[in-house]
């Protein structure tokens, strides 16, 4: 066998482990079509190189990661894991449009592997990162990372959780998702007390405790966890809609809107109309601010909002009047 079919080898085996908690050695041979022997020497071959993998022997046995006492060769050095560590936790912490999983994912698997030492000089320069939202609750990103893992392994885990009307209640559930919604991160999970699945704020959430008891997935009743809580906010939170039609072919809307472009439909082949919210009415005039200098459009919705909007509109109208 060439070198190169076993260096590939042996990164398949090291992802593998990194992107789930613990695998039975079964398992692994499987996946990567060898036998139990050559695992094991794949197994060495990384601990050779400074990844730290626990091993049990048995039925019930396997392998896992480990955080070492120095950073495995990542080709980085420690002030470029530091700075990796910091960026993608602010990532996390802003609610960044698709990309909020993958940023939890790669967060996971970097704090999984630092080193304590490395770990607190993280913990104390993120610290002194600003949010963007200074009015929306901080997040802790030592939590936002275990969650990510929970969800990932399918661990059921336990904690205090503080609603909005200010009921306090310990829950135990089996994590599904975590989705960035309305400038807040939601943890979408099956509640087992209550029988039914939840959507829980994740600042709300205290007292965070891993069980290590794993369990099947249960199928969402939605098209996906987004879907689910954009479903859930809105109910809680009376979110006020409105359509805008813009005279802008939809190819240059999506283009110009990215991500935020969701929802949109081709009206024609010069318009677009795009479906916008907000917890009130103010919260409109933020989305509409963000149409292109230039571009005509015209907002429908309830006799209410828009007349909100006209009057909005000219109050702004008169105070920018000389």
């Given at each position: 066998?060439?070198?190169?079919?076993?260096t590939?080898?042996?990164?398949?085996?090291l992802n593998?482990?990194?992107t789930?908690?613990?695998?039975s050695?079964?398992e692994?041979a499987?996946?990567?079509?060898?036998?139990?022997?050559?695992?094991?020497?794949d197994?060495?071959?990384?601990?050779?190189?400074?990844y730290r993998?626990?091993?049990?022997?048995?039925?019930h046995?396997?392998?896992?990661?480990e955080?070492?006492a120095?950073?495995?060769p990542?080709?980085l050095?420690?002030?470029?894991?530091?700075?990796?560590?910091?960026?993608?936790?602010?990532a996390?912490t802003?609610?960044?449009a698709?990309?909020?999983l993958?940023?939890?994912?790669a967060?996971?698997?970097?704090e999984?592997?630092?080193?304590?030492a490395?770990?607190?000089?993280?913990?104390?320069?993120?610290?002194h990162?600003?949010?963007?939202?200074?009015?929306?609750?901080?997040?802790t990103?030592?939590?936002l990372?275990?969650?990510?893992?929970?969800?990932?392994?399918?661990?059921?885990?336990?904690?205090?959780y503080?609603?909005?009307?200010?009921?306090?209640?310990?829950?135990?559930?089996e994590?599904?998702?975590?989705?960035?919604a309305?400038?807040y991160?939601?943890?979408?999970?099956?509640?087992?007390?209550?029988?039914a699945?939840?959507?829980f704020?994740?600042?709300r959430?205290?007292k965070?405790?891993?069980?290590?008891?794993?369990f099947?997935?249960?199928?969402?009743?939605a098209g996906?966890?987004a879907?689910f809580?954009?479903?859930?906010v809105?109910?809680?939170l009376?979110t006020?809609t409105?359509e805008?039609?813009?005279d802008l072919?939809?190819?240059?809307?999506r283009?110009?809107?990215?991500?935020?472009?969701?929802g949109?439909?081709?009206?024609?082949a010069f318009?677009?109309?795009w479906?916008?919210?907000?917890?009130?009415?103010?919260?409109?005039?933020?989305?509409?601010?963000?149409?292109?200098?230039?571009?005509?459009?015209?907002v429908?919705?309830?006799?209410?909002t828009?007349?909100?909007?006209?009057?909005?509109?000219?109050?702004?109208l008169?105070a920018?009047?000389n």
């Amino acid at each position: 066998m060439s070198e190169s079919t076993t260096t590939s080898r042996v990164l398949s085996l090291l992802n593998l482990l990194q992107t789930h908690r613990h695998w039975s050695g079964t398992e692994l041979a499987q996946r990567l079509g060898i036998t139990g022997r050559t695992l094991r020497r794949d197994v060495e071959r990384l601990r050779e190189l400074g990844y730290r993998i626990e091993s049990a022997p048995g039925t019930h046995g396997g392998y896992r990661l480990e955080a070492g006492a120095s950073i495995p060769p990542l080709l980085l050095t420690d002030d470029e894991a530091v700075t990796m560590a910091i960026g993608l936790r602010v990532a996390a912490t802003q609610g960044l449009a698709d990309g909020a999983l993958t940023t939890l994912t790669a967060l996971a698997k970097l704090e999984q592997v630092l080193p304590a030492a490395l770990r607190s000089r993280v913990n104390a320069l993120a610290g002194h990162v600003q949010p963007v939202h200074p009015d929306v609750p901080a997040v802790t990103p030592e939590v936002l990372g275990k969650l990510a893992l929970a969800c990932r392994d399918r661990e059921r885990i336990r904690f205090h959780y503080v609603a909005a009307n200010g009921a306090e209640t310990d829950r135990v559930v089996e994590p599904h998702s975590l989705v960035a919604a309305q400038r807040y991160w939601f943890l979408v999970a099956w509640d087992l007390h209550r029988e039914a699945w939840r959507t829980f704020r994740v600042d709300r959430l205290e007292k965070f405790f891993a069980t290590r008891v794993q369990f099947e997935p249960r199928e969402l009743p939605a098209g996906d966890a987004a879907e689910f809580v954009a479903a859930a906010v809105s109910s809680l939170l009376g979110t006020v809609t409105a359509e805008v039609v813009m005279d802008l072919p939809i190819e240059r809307m999506r283009e110009y809107f990215g991500p935020w472009a969701k929802g949109a439909r081709s009206v024609g082949a010069f318009k677009t109309a795009w479906p916008i919210e907000g917890r009130s009415p103010h919260e409109l005039i933020s989305s509409l601010a963000w149409i292109p200098e230039g571009v005509q459009y015209e907002v429908r919705g309830d006799a209410a909002t828009t007349a909100f909007l006209r009057e909005a509109a000219e109050r702004m109208l008169n105070a920018t009047r000389n």
